[in-house]
């Protein structure tokens, strides 16, 4: 990183910004909340190019710095993450639950053997799969499985940030994972080549 | 779901409790019931072995967004 010439540090920060803005929207699920920790996480870099260590990319860097003000906007926006832990959520549950169970509780069709894990995971398309899944999970349910998967924090944290039971954590938790689990199968391990 | 008998799980209720399990520790009765289950059943080990590659694809998929584009 050439320090001595800011002109092309902000230029290859403002090159990683639509990669960011990705990971925010797909985190937030608000565009406004998300443009807004981009121009942060932007800010924040342009002020403290010292900051930033060679050793480490300068995209990890700006992730890292991302990740906090993704957090930020959780915590202001807290209030109105709103789940309705009986609603309309829970019906849609209920059918997952159908398709994948007989009435006697047992699977309606074996779990697909979902093959080779290494050699899938190592695959960019994969990853893409599981974004667009995640992508397509609630928006209230989405954020709080990313703030568990994606930015690491503890049940005990989101809790405390968003003023959630653990109980109503667990279950919106369990049905991300579910949903997850079956957007999985269908559009990757069943089907690969439908993509 | 609490299981009524919890020495004989249905697949359903065993699926339940593995995905529980990613978040939060089971309690006693439920882990042993859960080994039982994965004993004598021959679908439910391979659910748990898609919720373990979830886990490893999360992991990697953090990987994947702090180091992409350096490849």
Redesign the interface.
Known sequence: MDFTNPGAFEQQIAS?RD?LLR?ARLQLRNDTWAEDAVSETVLAALARPQAFERRS?L??WL?GILKHKVIDALRLQGREVSLSPQGDDASADDLL?QA??AP????AE?????GN?EQ??GS?Q??AV??ACAGKLPAAQGRLFLM???L?LS?EEICKELGLT?TN??VQ??RA??R??EC??LNWFANPQAL | MKPTYPLKLTCKEAAALMVAREDRALPLADRAALRMHLLICKACPRFERQLLTMRNAMKQWRGYVDGEGER
């Open positions: 990683h990669y990971f990319q995209k990890t992730v639950d994948l169970f006697d509780g047992h699977f074996q779990p697909a053997d979902w894990p899938e995971l960019r994969f990853f599981l974004e568990r998967e994606w690491e049940s653990p954590l667990y938790l369990h994972r579910q997850l689990r999985l199968e």
